[in-house]
């Protein structure tokens, strides 16, 4: 048994098995290195000198033409399988409705909510209602919290400078503004589109 702070001594024995492969060399062969491209489970025995130089030099494609490596490459791409372009397998077989068929009812949905739609806006703010996603007739607390949701999404510095960001920005702040614009001095035409803003006007007028 060791005595405290003497290191254990290694019985620790040569390495043993084939000799290595290179001519003239008489170390064991420990590590293994694939013949050739064509048989990469059939190996070589070097020892460690020799199995550097041979990796140094490994070339998979030596020998092979610009034709035969972009094969090749295309190939492995596949990982060695076949391929089709895609769409062609099955195109020709049509779906069979019957496997939609739902008897019981089971996967039945509710209708969808209703929209809220921009054709009944007046035709100055359509583009900016639709480039912002809402509906007419709009409160003023719902432009703000739209306007700080998309202006989050899209400012540039979550979109890592991106300059497709900043001028999908720029048109929500030109939307935003032309739309506060608007709430902030109604129009008699939108009281009339609207029936909740025209009997505010009338039990006001009372």
Not at 35 to 58: G, I, K, P, T
Not at 151 to 159: G, V
Request: proline share 9%; hydrophobic share 30%; net charge positive.
């Amino acid at each position: 048994m060791a005595r405290r702070g003497e290191r254990l001594r290694s019985d620790k024995s040569p390495p043993t098995g084939p000799r290595c492969d290179a001519p003239g060399c008489e170390a064991v062969g420990e590590f293994r290195a694939p013949r050739d491209r064509s048989r990469l489970r059939d190996y070589y025995h070097f020892c460690l000198e020799h199995v550097r130089a041979y990796n140094q030099a490994w070339d998979y494609y030596k020998g092979m033409s610009s034709d035969e490596i972009e094969t090749n490459l295309r190939s492995d791409s596949g990982w060695q399988r076949p391929t089709w372009p895609l769409g062609r397998l099955g195109g020709a077989n049509k779906l069979n409705p019957e496997i939609f068929r739902d008897p019981l009812g089971l996967f039945g949905q509710a209708p969808p909510t209703p929209r809220k739609s921009a054709k009944e806006a007046p035709p100055e703010l359509r583009a900016a209602l639709d480039m912002l996603g809402l509906g007419w007739p709009l409160e003023d607390t719902a432009l703000r919290a739209r306007y700080k949701e998309l202006a989050k999404r899209y400012h540039p510095d979550a979109n890592g400078g991106d300059r497709s960001s900043e001028e999908k920005l720029k048109d929500i702040n030109r939307a935003y503004s032309l739309l506060k614009k608007r709430l902030a001095t109604p129009r008699a035409d939108d009281s009339a589109a609207d029936p909740t803003a025209a009997a505010a006007a009338s039990s006001r007028a009372a």
